[in-house]
């Protein structure tokens, strides 16, 4: 992991930081060995009985109840809405798209019935941009997901994931169509609203992975972003367009690991405070426990807007 990316980012903690550069290089993480062989507490029945490791695998996989899971996909969708954003390419919430067309009679719930994170819109792009014609003529759905380091980990992991994305909203799409009625080898208006965003409805699966790796899909979106700079760059400077595109890559792939290793130690942290506080009853109750609702908010919009946070 090379230096930070952008001065108005940052670890939160030396203890965050050296989490994120343990994972980095795959070696044992001193915070797990303090609790090697404890139980994770968890109230998922086939994630009972998971014990710390050494390397924090099992912490960053087991389902429990808080723990910060969320942090690495609120991280991650923050990290790329703002890389498109500030690269001149609009982006809206995903909340909603379905609504009018499932079968709900309840709107609020209609919301809830396929959910979207990101809106990708790419008509309006110059079609000087070469990355454009990966996606679709006027905007692409997306969905973040993660995928955490397992004993049985696999370089690829990340993209049978995102491609799993894209047969789940097509599944999901086709089983509300049934529910209006249409059958089986029918198209209803469902799949039809699917079909209208990306290349024939393709869902991008926007994963991270467990050691700050992403799809290919991400990529894409990286080459979108680095397109849009590199034209706009070009209106003011002259200059070598493949030098030009390279600075602006590299500086994003920098910022996404940065962002992902960042978020998977935020993660195993809080994660391996609710460990100890079962071994030590109201462990950290004074420094952790006793937060309001308010206090928790304004943590986790300092640690997901870190720019607006940083130290002289």
Request: glycine share 8%.
């Amino acid at each position: 992991m090379e230096e930070n990316p952008d001065p108005k980012i940052d670890f939160s903690s030396s203890e965050e930081f050296m989490l994120a550069i343990q994972n980095y290089f795959g070696v044992p993480m001193p915070a797990c060995l303090q609790v090697l062989g404890e139980v994770i507490p968890t109230n998922h029945p086939t994630d009972k009985g998971n014990r710390v490791d050494a390397f924090g695998r099992n912490i960053a996989t087991t389902r429990m109840n808080g723990g910060g899971a969320q942090y690495v996909h609120s991280s991650v969708q923050h990290e790329i809405e703002g890389m498109l954003n500030r690269s001149g390419i609009r982006t809206k919430s995903g909340v909603g798209v379905f609504k009018d067309v499932v079968a709900q009679d309840d709107p609020e719930k209609a919301k809830q019935v396929i959910l979207v994170d990101i809106v990708v819109v790419t008509g309006n792009l110059s079609s000087n941009n070469a990355a454009k014609a990966r996606f679709g003529s006027s905007a692409s759905l997306t969905d973040v997901k993660s995928c955490a380091p397992k004993s049985n980990y696999l370089p690829n992991t990340v993209n049978h994931r995102q491609d799993s994305v894209d047969h789940e909203y097509r599944r999901r799409a086709r089983a509300e169509d049934r529910k209006l009625g249409y059958q089986q080898g029918e198209v209803g208006p469902v799949e039809t609203r699917l079909k209208e965003y990306g290349v024939n409805g393709r869902v991008l699966g926007l994963v991270i992975g467990g050691y700050g790796e992403f799809s290919s899909d991400v990529y894409n979106l990286v080459e979108l972003a680095v397109g849009q700079r590199t034209i706009e760059h070009a209106q003011h400077f002259a200059g070598d367009k493949d030098k030009t595109r390279a600075m602006f890559r590299t500086h994003l792939y920098r910022r996404l690991s940065f962002t992902g290793h960042r978020a998977w130690a935020r993660m195993r942290l809080d994660r391996l405070k609710l460990v100890w506080a079962e071994i030590i009853p109201g462990f950290g109750e004074r420094e952790y426990n006793r937060k309001d609702e308010e206090l928790s908010m304004m943590e986790e919009f300092v640690f997901l807007h870190p720019e607006n946070f940083s130290t002289f």
